[in-house]
Antibody, heavy 117, light 107 residues
Framework: EVQLVESGGGLVQPGRSMKLSCAASGFTFSNYGMAWVRQAPTKGLEWVATISYDGSSTYYRDSVKGRFTISRDNAKSTLYLQMNSLRSEDTATYYC??????????WGQGVMVTVSS | DIQMTQSPASLSASLGETVTIECLASEDIYSNLAWYQQKPGKSPQLLIYYANSLNDGVPSRFSGSGSGTQYSLKINSLQSEDVSIYFCQQNYDSPYTFGAGTKLELK
């Protein structure tokens, strides 16, 4: 059974950093691209970033480019999202997803990130 | 960025009814369109990919269609467990944008 379990969220002040992790199991992690998708409170879904199966390629939405870094450790079957210079508009539930040809075919339970002073 | 306009924003239907949700892309996305279901308090789940391919384990009462810029999700014989928010997403070009969602409720 595919499982994606996010961790690392919480309350953070504007301008500070936070790192999210996603532990994957139930599939061969190194065979799949992975992505982060976020959802602001009572809002819709927003794609954040994608990383290729081997980590050689990464893609970001413009609003996080230069501030967020997606990475992975295939030996640990873990996906990461390093978030720097956080803004109030980054407040959202962040979902780790498995990427199957740019479709999110499995989703984690999500982790809440609140950016506030 | 490709804009995805989803309609209606909300929908109320009776058990057993057939409902249709539409998604309009601002440019041709060549059937690179997915539909997701988000039940209250839960994570989204993939229903349909490549416009009309049913994901594993999804009931056959769900179907997708469309091409070019116009796509639709149809739910036949509505069940109580179908109460959810439905999102479309284009996965043709980055950023992979989502529609605003359609909230489906029971009448």
């Amino acid at each position: 059974e595919v499982q994606l379990v996010e961790s690392g969220g919480g309350l953070v002040q504007p301008g500070r950093s936070m790192k999210l992790s996603c532990a994957a199991s139930g599939f061969t992690f190194s065979n799949y691209g992975m992505a982060w998708v976020r959802q602001a409170p009572t809002k819709g879904l927003e794609w954040v970033a994608t990383i290729s199966y081997d980590g050689s390629s990464t893609y970001y939405r413009d609003s996080v480019k230069g501030r967020f870094t997606i990475s992975r450790d295939n030996a640990k079957s873990t996906l990461y999202l390093q978030m720097n210079s956080l803004r109030s508009e980054d407040t959202a539930t962040y979902y780790c997803t498995r990427d199957k040809r740019r479709v999110c075919d499995y989703w984690g339970q999500g982790v809440m990130v609140t950016v506030s002073s | 960025d490709i804009q995805m306009t989803q309609s209606p924003a909300s929908l109320s239907a009776s058990l057993g009814e057939t409902v249709t949700i539409e998604c309009l892309a601002s440019e041709d996305i060549y059937s690179n369109l997915a539909w997701y279901q988000q039940k209250p308090g839960k994570s989204p789940q993939l229903l349909i990919y490549y416009a009309n391919s049913l994901n594993d384990g999804v009931p056959s009462r769900f179907s997708g269609s469309g091409s070019g810029t116009q796509y639709s999700l149809k739910i036949n014989s509505l069940q109580s467990e179908d109460v959810s928010i439905y999102f479309c997403q284009q996965n043709y070009d980055s950023p992979y944008t989502f529609g605003a969602g359609t909230k489906l409720e029971l009448k």
